[in-house]
């Protein structure tokens, strides 16, 4: 069965400074990556993606991911928070089920902004 | 942009009700999914339609659980009796279906259950 884990239950950065939020997964075969943001009290906003092909993938809000078969990672960045930014984020992994794809998440980072 | 509908957004219900959430998917997405997801934890999956079909039902709990997509468009979960335990976010999802190496689950804004 397919797992997460986010070792970070809780970070804080200052706006304007660089983020990296921590993600390693187990699955048994090739992997389908996702990254989710939630605001408080709402649902779950897809931040990015990985398939296949490039092992760097961009995403919106200016996020980026990097996939590492070797690590069993797919840790997301971003190069300068906002403090918009502050939120819950989620890193899950799906499985193949034939014609969608089980979601397994992790239990989440909740980033908090310092201005 | 197309999203994902649910109602009501909050719900508040005595433990021994009966509650009813409500999700309408995005128009054409195949595949609608329900989660539950508890303070401080990640979404889990309830149940997963394939159209009118139920595809994964394993972590649903039958005894007070159900969920219906009767015309494989909108769907409904039901809890009763609710308990204290059930409170917390219900999250519905849905995606095309079209294939498992494409596929991304788009999410509504949830309902939030406090069970008194």
């Known amino acids: 069965a397919q797992s997460v884990t986010q070792p970070d239950i809780h970070i804080t950065v200052s706006e304007g400074a660089s983020l990296e939020l921590r993600c390693n997964y187990s699955?048994?075969?090739?992997?389908?990556l996702f990254w989710y943001v939630q605001s408080p009290g709402q649902g779950l906003q897809l931040l990015l993606k990985?398939?296949?092909?490039?092992?760097l993938v961009q995403g919106i809000k200016g996020f980026e991911a990097e996939f590492k078969r070797s690590q069993s990672s797919f840790n997301l960045r971003k190069p300068s928070v906002h403090w918009s930014d502050a939120a819950e984020y989620f890193c899950?992994?799906?499985?193949?089920?034939?014609?969608?794809?089980?979601?397994?998440f992790g239990t989440g980072t909740r980033l908090q902004v310092t201005l | 942009e197309a999203e994902v509908a649910q109602s009501p957004r909050y719900k508040i219900t005595e433990k021994s009700q009966a509650v009813a959430f409500w999700c309408d998917p995005i128009?054409?997405?195949?595949?609608l999914y329900w989660y539950r997801q508890i303070l401080g934890q990640g979404p889990e999956l309830l149940v997963q339609?394939?159209?009118?079909?139920?595809?994964?039902d394993s972590q649903l709990p039958k005894d007070r659980f159900s969920a219906e997509r009767l015309k494989g468009v909108d769907s409904t979960l039901k809890i009763q009796p609710a308990e204290l335990g059930d409170s917390a976010m219900y999250l519905c999802?849905?995606?095309?279906?079209?294939?498992?190496?494409?596929?991304?689950?788009?999410f509504g804004p949830g309902t939030r259950l406090t069970v008194l």
């Open positions: 999802a849905s995606s095309t279906g079209a294939g498992a190496r494409t596929d991304t689950q788009y």
């Open positions: 699955y048994g075969a090739t992997p389908y």
């Open positions: 990985y398939f296949s092909g490039d092992t």
């Open positions: 899950a992994v799906g499985a193949n089920t034939g014609t969608a794809s089980k979601l397994t």
């Open positions: 128009s054409g997405h195949a595949t």
């Open positions: 339609f394939q159209d009118e079909s139920v595809v994964d």
